[in-house]
């Protein structure tokens, strides 16, 4: 099992960045592929961001695609997720997430087995 907890959420401008993390402990860090969504106030939870367990392979969804970067650092048990010209539409919870079964799609929320607690992110216009 692996505990999940995402820290660096808060309120921005429009055009701001921020830099969210997510801290994991229990079973080995980079035995696992990584993931970030987020949900929007009365919306379905949506894939954000996934990494693979070496790093070397990310994906993004095309309304983040060119403003974030997702990384890991498997030496600090930590993933990122960077936010640059942060937009009103990117607000939501954002929740990182752990899986272990690599052949699963990485867009795919129930491909996931662990989750954190979430961070909110609000974006001022």
């Known amino acids: 099992q692996v505990q999940l907890v995402e820290s660096g959420g808060g309120l921005v401008q429009a055009g701001g960045s921020l830099r969210l993390s997510c801290a994991a402990s229990?079973?080995?860090?980079?035995?696992?592929?990584m993931g970030w969504f987020r949900q929007a106030s009365g919306k379905e939870r949506e894939f954000v961001a996934a990494?693979?367990?070496?790093?070397?392979?990310?994906y993004y969804s095309d309304s983040v695609k060119g403003r974030f970067t997702i990384s890991r650092d498997n030496a600090k048990n930590t993933v990122y997720l960077q936010m640059n010209t942060l937009k009103p539409e990117d607000t939501a919870v954002y929740y990182c997430?752990?899986?272990?079964?690599?052949?699963?799609?990485?867009?795919?929320?129930?491909?996931?087995?662990?989750w954190g607690q979430g961070t909110q992110v609000t974006v001022s216009s």
């Open positions: 997430a752990a899986r272990l079964n690599i052949a699963k799609t990485p867009r795919d929320r129930y491909a996931y087995d662990y």
């Open positions: 229990g079973r080995t860090f980079s035995g696992y592929a």
């Open positions: 990494i693979s367990r070496s790093g070397a392979n990310t």
